[in-house]
């Protein structure tokens, strides 16, 4: 499910290995799409009103590279619907991917594993800290046919006062945050979070979300 992923002149060459262990957490993640969702259920979200756009926002700069990198991952089809239709098929796609990628990646931050403060990637060698993961769960996401225009790359402040990185799927039940730090799939205002920022729906650019501080980088595990 992976093949195809790097395009274009500025798509980065993945050596063999990194290349197999992307493809192996695809497989991970794609094969079991149909699985139940378990203990949280489509019926027990409520409706709510999703997370209020407050104007532009200065991007992450280990976004801006990546996006350089992986340009097909940052494109942006207006054409696209900006909302996901949860329906019990879509949310256990959902449910699926979030898991298997949780339990599939190890976390390690980008420090640790490549000597550098901030680096976005999509987890090829099957280590990533938080933006890796959420990437990832992008990518399967859109590959099982979900609008990658209703799933926004979000930086918030965690419960250590740290930038952390979440994937927000905007939806018809409200916004809903997928995270590395736990399995539930949470309403944006009930993970204890300070929404700082996210990818617009309109422009490969951010938008605010009304956080006063916005970290550097998102570069805990």
Same mark, same amino acid.
């Given at each position: 499910?992976? +093949?195809? *992923?790097? /395009?274009?002149?500025?798509?980065?060459?993945?050596?063999? !290995?990194?290349?197999?262990?992307?493809?192996?957490?695809?497989?991970?993640? $794609?094969?079991?799409?149909?699985?139940?969702?378990?203990? +949280?259920? *489509?019926?027990?979200?409520?409706?709510?009103?999703?997370?209020?756009?407050?104007?532009?926002? /200065?991007?992450?700069?280990?976004? $801006?590279?990546?996006? +350089? =990198?992986?340009?097909?991952?940052?494109?942006?089809?207006?054409?696209?619907?900006?909302?996901? !239709?949860?329906?019990?098929? =879509?949310?256990?796609?959902?449910? !699926? @991917?979030?898991?298997?990628?949780?339990?599939?990646?190890?976390?390690?931050?980008? +420090?640790?594993?490549?000597?550098?403060?901030?680096?976005?990637?999509?987890?090829?060698?099957?280590?990533?800290?938080?933006?890796d993961f959420q990437l990832l769960?992008?990518?399967?996401?859109?590959?099982?046919?979900?609008?990658?225009?209703?799933?926004?790359?979000?930086?918030?402040? #965690?419960? /250590?006062?740290?930038?952390?990185?979440?994937?927000?799927?905007? =939806? #018809?039940?409200?916004?809903? $945050?997928?995270?590395? /730090?736990?399995?539930?799939?949470?309403?944006?205002?009930?993970?204890?979070?300070?929404?700082?920022?996210?990818?617009?729906?309109?422009? $490969?650019?951010? @938008?605010?979300?009304?956080?006063?501080?916005?970290?550097?980088?998102?570069?805990?595990?």
């Amino acid at each position: 499910m992976m +093949q195809g *992923l790097v /395009k274009g002149p500025a798509s980065r060459r993945l050596s063999r !290995s990194r290349w197999a262990g992307l493809a192996a957490l695809a497989a991970i993640g $794609v094969a079991g799409l149909a699985a139940p969702a378990q203990a +949280q259920t *489509l019926a027990s979200l409520p409706t709510e009103a999703g997370a209020r756009v407050q104007g532009d926002a /200065k991007p992450i700069a280990a976004w $801006v590279t990546f996006c +350089q =990198t992986y340009a097909a991952e940052c494109a942006l089809d207006r054409g696209e619907p900006a909302r996901i !239709s949860l329906t019990p098929a =879509t949310w256990a796609t959902i449910v !699926s @991917v979030n898991r298997r990628v949780n339990k599939a990646v190890e976390p390690m931050t980008d +420090q640790d594993h490549l000597h550098v403060a901030d680096r976005w990637d999509l987890a090829e060698d099957g280590i990533g800290d938080c933006e890796d993961f959420q990437l990832l769960k992008r990518h399967m996401l859109a590959e099982a046919g979900l609008p990658r225009r209703a799933m926004r790359m979000t930086v918030v402040i #965690d419960e /250590k006062g740290e930038g952390h990185a979440v994937l927000t799927l905007i =939806t #018809d039940r409200g916004d809903l $945050v997928l995270d590395n /730090k736990t399995n539930a799939i949470l309403p944006w205002h009930k993970t204890g979070y300070v929404f700082i920022k996210r990818e617009s729906q309109d422009a $490969v650019a951010w @938008v605010s979300l009304g956080g006063v501080t916005s970290p550097v980088t998102t570069a805990n595990r």
